[in-house]
Nanobody, 114 residues
Framework: QVQLVESGGGLVQPGGSLRLSCRAS????????MSWHRQAPGKQRELVAS???????NYSNSVKGRFTVSRDNAKNTVFLQMNSLKPEDTAIYYC????????WGQGTQVTVSS
């Protein structure tokens, strides 16, 4: 069983930045594909960004150019740097790990509001 613990969420003004972290409890972290998803109230959960075990990244069109996903295999951690935040980025952000099985974190709230 892999546990994922997200941190770094909070309240930020439009145009501001936040950095989310997700630490995994596995020594096999480097083998996992990692991704960030978000779910706004009344909406379905959506993929925000992903990073493969070899470092290949992908982004949704809504965050491309503003968000950056990265990973530190030595720290079993994946990051999501979010810049130029907009009110529509407000959501609960979830970390997902996928290798032989899929694991989800508990989520961290991001609120973008003035």
């Amino acid at each position: 069983q892999v546990q994922l613990v997200e941190s770094g969420g909070g309240l930020v003004q439009p145009g501001g930045s936040l950095r989310l972290s997700c630490r995994a409890s596995t020594s096999m972290f480097r083998n996992y594909g990692m991704s960030w998803h978000r779910q706004a109230p009344g909406k379905q959960r959506e993929l925000v960004a992903s990073i493969g075990s070899r470092g290949t990244t992908n982004y949704s069109n809504s965050v491309k150019g503003r968000f950056t996903v990265s990973r530190d295999n030595a720290k079993n951690t994946v990051f999501l740097q979010m810049n130029s935040l907009k009110p529509e980025d407000t959501a609960i952000y979830y970390c997902k790990a996928q290798f032989a099985r899929t694991y989800w974190g508990q989520g961290t709230q991001v609120t973008v509001s003035s």
